[in-house]
């Protein structure tokens, strides 16, 4: 079974400045994609970035970018100049190309910016 | 443009009544159909998923059904509440990857907290 692990239940940091969150997943799969969801206070689960696991080059959406190691099985976000708005619950998830797109979802992290 | 809606938003529920909790979809045809579940502070667990009308299939056993009447409509229900059917519940929906090669995420409705009283 796949598995999703973010090791950092909370993270914190500064306006302005930038942050890391963590994910490793275990799979035998080689097609797969990874997501990284955003949960604010509304509840509301927003997509902040995706990648592919075929493509080497790490995505970027704006202040969001990855580090994906897929020797590795690492998926790190990266938020740059951190954003009072950017405060949420992230969540990493991991999807393969069969079985009905099923998604497996790590517990998340918490992050507070700090004004 | 596509879009989710899940009802109700809130629901209040004594223990031992039915529950019935509905999402759909619009802008989208043959979408892929999710409900998870969330406890407080944790992540996603999948309770059901559906690839096309009438075809349903459950990730856990529990006190829930899932059904799909329509094409764009994904219906959670309980004929009896348990006390642990208490959560917040995501409906979701994305294209099917096996079909296309888009790289389709998971689109969210805004989720209904049920407190099982």
């Known amino acids: 079974a796949q598995t999703v692990t973010q090791s950092q239940p909370e993270m914190s940091v500064q306006e302005a400045e930038t942050v890391t969150l963590s994910c490793t997943y275990d799979t035998s799969e080689s097609d797969y994609y990874l997501f990284w969801y955003k949960q604010p206070p509304s509840r509301q689960m927003i997509l902040v970035i995706r990648?592919?696991?075929?493509?080497?080059q790490n995505a970027t959406e704006n202040r969001f970018s990855v580090n994906f190691q897929k020797a590795a099985k690492s998926f790190s976000l990266k938020i740059s100049d951190s954003q009072l708005g950017d405060a949420a619950m992230y969540f990493c998830a991991y999807r393969i190309n069969t079985n009905a797109g099923k998604s497996t979802f790590g517990d998340g992290t918490t992050l507070t910016v700090k004004p | 443009s596509q879009t989710i809606h899940q009802w109700p938003a809130t629901l209040v529920q004594p223990v031992g009544s039915p529950l019935s909790l509905e999402c759909t979809v619009e802008g989208t045809s043959n979408p892929n159909l999710y409900w998870y579940r969330q406890a407080a502070g944790r992540g996603l667990q999948l309770l059901f998923y559906s690839v096309g009308i009438g075809q349903i299939s459950s990730e856990v056993p529990q006190n829930l059904s899932a059904s799909r009447p329509q094409d764009r409509q994904f219906i959670l229900s309980s004929k009896k509440l348990l006390l642990s059917d208490s959560g917040f519940y995501l409906c979701?929906?994305?294209?099917?990857?096996?079909?296309?090669?888009?790289?389709?995420?998971?689109?969210f409705g805004n989720g209904t907290r049920l407190t099982v009283t």
């Open positions: 979701a929906w994305s294209r099917d990857p096996t079909k296309s090669s888009y790289n389709s995420p998971l689109h």
């Open positions: 990648q592919e696991a075929y493509k080497q």
